[in-house]
């Protein structure tokens, strides 16, 4: 074995899990055999049966301290940062020690710190999915930890952006590279609107706009409740998604008086996912105007062909607009989402006549069938 996947959160509901299957099954049928190292055994295997790979259970006893519930409860606390280094600590030793290094390993999520130290002890090379800038007041000493790991030309960072790739450039250099999400590798075959409502309890003929992710800072749901106060078409909002921070959307529309409304504190269970986007008429993106980031959710909608009314704010405003999958309005904005609020209810009613949304373009580009050899070219350079 050439090349070992370090994937800690086997058995969570979210994206991690899912996401380690689908590059499984990219990888399978390009034909790339590997090893994966977790915290647990996984609770299913990839789509393709050419993928499954040889499993590495590596930190069983964490069980208790690894549910959904724990992670919720504790999530960026230092019991949760605990946790989380001494799952990636356990898997990326024993991933270590049982391929004795001479392997590429592929970080589905690390912890910075314990993988710039293991990048300068030993001898193999790395690969990590990295999702945000980086820290911001960084310590000098910091700083220079990750100008060591880089320039020993053994660890190259993976962004879905090119914002964040451009932010990493300064310490990464070329070891920091852009590979945009893909979309779910199984085609998704649709569960009739109706029967999802009905599956879900959810209201038979309203306009329902889902808010679908953790429910965390710097996601502007008070514009959001209040453009649907103001519409005319009062839409249903579905929150659906752990709370990770005071700002919690079934209380501030609670507060603000309006009750058209649903809310899931948790993480989805997976396999109930494709559910509450086939009950959905559309996805809610309302985030703050300095938001610059990307969102997996831009791609599940797309998947699950549903269009997004997002902040027409950096990632964001560029993703819809190339890809044509939804509608855009101002940051902060009430009166502007109100509008695209009685727009997607008017083309509701019209039975989606002419709609000025499409998913076929991103489901080009953000397939795995184009994106596997992108990571195919990172793991062969790394060996």
Known sequence: MQLAIISPYTHLNGHYWPYTCDLLSALGAAGEKCEVFTARPPRYQPAVSGAVPEWHSCCPWTRLLLRDSYRARNWGNRADTLVRNLEFHFCLKKCLQHTGGKIHIHCIESRHRILLQE????????????????????????????????????????????????????????????????????????????????????????????????????????????????SVSKPFLLFVGPLISVNDPAALAAAAGYGKFASWDGYFPDDKVPHVFDAADAVILPYAENYTKGSAVLLQAAHFAKPVIATA????????????????????????????YDELTSWKAAGDADVPWRFDLTRARYSWATLTESYLRIFERNR
């Open 313 to 340: 704010s950096g990632h964001l405003r560029d993703f819809v607009t190339e890809n044509q999958t939804g509608l855009l309005y101002e940051p902060g904005s009430v009166t502007g989402l109100a509008k695209r």
């Open 119 to 230: 990048v300068c002890r030993t001898t193999a090379t790395f690969s990590s999915l990295c999702v945000g800038d980086p820290p911001p007041g960084m310590a000098k000493e910091r700083e220079d930890g990750y100008r060591r790991a880089f320039d020993t030309g053994r660890l190259t960072f993976i962004v879905e952006t090119e914002s964040v790739r451009a932010a990493w450039e300064h310490l990464a250099g070329e070891h920091v590279v852009h590979i945009p999400a893909a979309l779910p590798w199984v085609a998704h075959v649709p569960t009739p609107q109706q029967e999802a409502r009905q599956f879900l309890g959810l209201p038979a003929d309203a306009t329902i706009c889902l808010f679908f992710g953790t429910h965390r800072e710097g996601k502007d749901y008070l514009t959001a409740i209040e453009a649907a106060k103001a």
